[in-house]
C-alpha cells in the first residue's frame, strides 16, 4: 500500500510541474518613435520600436511611450501555459523605466509605407494623422497632396520611405521632412 501512496504522489507532484510560470525579467531599449511592428489583418500595428534579447516586441502593459523618448525599460514575462490561437505565449508587465531621455530637437527617423490594404496614414490638407492616431504637418497642402497620392499609387515590391522630424523641439505634430519609393528589397 505503501509504494501504490507513493508512486501516486510522485506521479501527482510530476503533473504538477508540466510548465514553469517563472517570471523572466529582460531589459528592452524603446526607440522615440513607433513603427509598424505586427503585420496584422489589413496592415500593421504601430508600436515603439524596442525588443527584448529574443526578438519579440509586443505592447508592455502600463508602458505609456511618449514620441521624442528613448527609454530603457525592464519587463517581466511569463509563460503562457496553453495560449489562444494568434495570442502571444507569454504575458508581460512593465517593471521599472530605468531610463528616459529625450532626443535632440534635430533628430530625424524614416518610417516605410508598404501596400497593404490599411494604409499609414491619412491625409487632410497640410496635415494628417498616422494609422495610430499621430498627427503629422507637411510643408504645405501640395507636399501632403504629394505624399498621399504617392502612398495611392504605390504597388508591390515598392515601398514608400518618409522622412519625419519633430516639430518644437521633439513635440508633436511630426513633421514630414521627404519621401520616396524604393523597391522593398533596398
Known sequence: MKRYFLL????TSVAGCGGTNDE???TVHVSHYREQTSVALGGYFMW???TDDAGNSQPVPS?????????????GKTPVDHPAADAPNYNLRLVSIDSDVVVPATTEFVLTAYPFAAPLFSVTGAGGTLMDGT????SDEQACADLSAAQAALTSPNAL??????SAGTQLPLVVQSFQTKSSGS
Open 63 to 75: 508602458f505609456d511611450h511618449h514620441w521624442g523618448h528613448q527609454y530603457v525599460i525592464r519587463i
Open 24 to 26: 523572466q525579467i529582460t
Open 161 to 166: 520611405a518618409i522622412t519625419f522630424g519633430y
Open 8 to 11: 501516486a504522489a510522485m506521479v
Open 135 to 138: 498627427p503629422f504637418v507637411c
Open 48 to 50: 515603439p520600436r524596442g
